[in-house]
T-cell receptor
């Protein structure tokens, strides 16, 4: 069975500084990995996804993530935080070898300080 | 806007009652997924339908049921409601392959409050 661990429940950064949201996964098969963002009172929006094409994945709004199989990690980064980045971020895994739906991490709340 | 619509946006009801949540997937998407988001359990997968057939089942209670109709919209039925069923219920849809690595597009959710 697959699982995801988001290592920080809350991250606070100053505007203009780098963002790092950490995620470790566990999967029996080659996983597909996703990052979704949820703004307050909104639905979930896909930021980026990894499906084995390239280990460094670029997403929307300047976010990117690197798949590291040896570390079973898929950390999300952004060089410079913007106030509009404040939201809840979810790391998500699915097993591509089986017919299994998405498994969500518990989320990391990102606060951006002016 | 993801293209997935959900109605109603908010629902307030009493314990023991039954409610129906509705979801319309993106045009052309054959798969519909239902998820529950609560403070204590986080985001959990409930059930998936693909082109009218149940495809995968997650942590869905026996009091809950779902179906997908020929026009591909889906309904989630919650019965004998309990206080703990209060949550945000999301619907998502994905492209015709229906495979788990396909991007799932989420609706805005239905917020259910059971009093």
């Amino acid at each position: 069975a697959q699982s995801v661990t988001q290592l920080d429940s809350h991250v606070s950064v100053s505007e203009g500084t780098p963002v790092l949201l950490r995620c470790n996964y566990s999967s029996s098969y080659s996983p597909s990995l996703f990052w979704y963002v949820q703004h307050p009172n909104k639905g979930l929006q896909l930021l980026l996804k990894y499906t084995s094409a390239a280990t460094l994945v670029k997403g929307i709004n300047g976010f990117e993530a690197e798949f590291k199989k040896s570390e079973t990690s898929f950390h999300l980064t952004k060089p410079s935080a913007h106030m509009s980045d404040a939201a809840e971020y979810f790391c998500v895994v699915s097993d591509r070898a089986g017919n299994t739906p998405l498994v969500f991490g518990k989320g990391t709340r990102l606060s951006v300080i002016a | 806007d993801s293209g997935v619509t959900q109605t109603p946006k908010h629902l307030i009801t009493a314990t023991g009652q039954r409610v129906t949540l509705r979801c319309s997937p993106r045009s052309g998407d054959l798969s519909v997924y239902w998820y529950q988001q609560s403070l204590d359990q986080g985001l959990q997968f409930l059930i998936q339908y693909y082109n009218g057939e149940e495809r995968a089942k997650g942590n869905i209670l026996e009091r809950f049921s779902a179906q997908q109709f020929p026009d591909l919209h889906s309904e989630l039925n919650l019965s004998s409601l309990e206080l703990g069923d209060s949550a945000l219920y999301f619907c998502a849809s994905s492209a015709p392959s229906g495979l788990p690595e396909e991007t799932q597009y989420f609706g805005p959710g239905t917020r259910l409050l059971v009093l």
